[in-house]
């Protein structure tokens, strides 16, 4: 298993392309042995179907979060079922482009596209110190948190920074119609946070602790942290709200 921890060091999408090289050749490795042994093999969706499960297997052992798991499984069925219907070759194209728009945040940031929610919006406007507060949503995605922010509070600043092209777009034409509100595209790791006096993050598990200390040397003192589903790691929260059963907002007050 050297080989499989070595491959931590790739990027995310590095090792689950690596996982998928492992799991095919094992796969085959394994037909071959029932065939030369049987004389006979597994059928064809029985052999993608295997080896999906062999590289969501993979993956884990290559450090990939939990959400690459159906990725991984689907990824191989996905591909020969879209061969089987001839699709114009242009039609892949304009969906490679789609998702990678989409999910940009996934491949560089560690941060997939999440969607909070109507509840989580509520839990979070309740966290606002002042009616003219200044707020940013960090990796703002289509910007729904914003909207109902700069409903429920219209004096604030409600402000948003998104790194994937077509979430950000979204956003951005939602924010025209709110003159409080302001998205802008970009890295959030290049964003100042000193003149926000609340940071709100949905982020995932892997940057929490570059982002717990980036929001430590930069947020002043009286400001408010927030994430979305994702604690600092042994850093305990000043509070933590449950917006649905199970479901929390960590909120960190500097």
């Known amino acids: 298993m050297g080989s499989v921890s070595a491959g931590r060091w790739l990027p995310p999408v590095a090792r689950a392309l690596l996982a998928h090289v492992l799991a095919l050749l094992l796969a085959l490795l394994l037909q071959a042995a029932l065939v030369k042994a049987a004389g ?37 069925p996905a591909l020969v079922g879209a061969a089987r219907l001839a699709l114009p070759p242009v039609l892949w194209l304009v969906a490679f482009v789609l998702v990678l728009a989409l999910f940009w945040n996934a491949l560089h940031e560690r941060a997939p596209l999440y969607l909070s929610g109507r509840q989580a919006w509520h839990a979070l406007a309740a966290q606002v110190l002042r009616p003219d507060a200044r707020l940013v949503d960090l990796g703002c995605g289509f910007g729904g948190a914003l909207v109902h922010l700069a409903k429920i509070w219209p004096a604030a600043r409600c402000e948003g920074i998104e ?23 970009g890295s959030f790791w290049t964003l100042d946070l000193a003149p926000y006096d609340l940071v709100f993050a949905y982020l995932s598990p892997q940057p929490m602790v570059a982002l717990w200390l980036k929001v430590r040397a930069e947020m002043r003192p009286g400001s408010v942290f927030v994430s979305h589903s994702f604690p600092v790691p042994d850093v305990p929260p000043g509070t933590c709200v449950e917006f649905e059963p199970g479901r929390f907002l960590y909120v960190y007050r500097l």
């Not at 590289?55 to 990725?71: K, M, Q, Y």
């Not at 790194?163 to 595209?185: N, T």
């Open 40 to 76: 006979q093999g597994v059928g064809f969706d029985i052999l993608l179907l295997g080896e999906g499960l062999l590289a969501a297997w993979f993956g884990v052992r290559l450090g990939l979060a939990r959400w690459w798991i159906p990725i991984q499984l689907l990824l191989l």
């Open 163 to 185: 790194s994937a092209p077509l979430a950000f777009a979204i956003a951005w034409l939602r924010a025209l119609a709110r003159p409080g509100m302001q998205v802008r595209f």
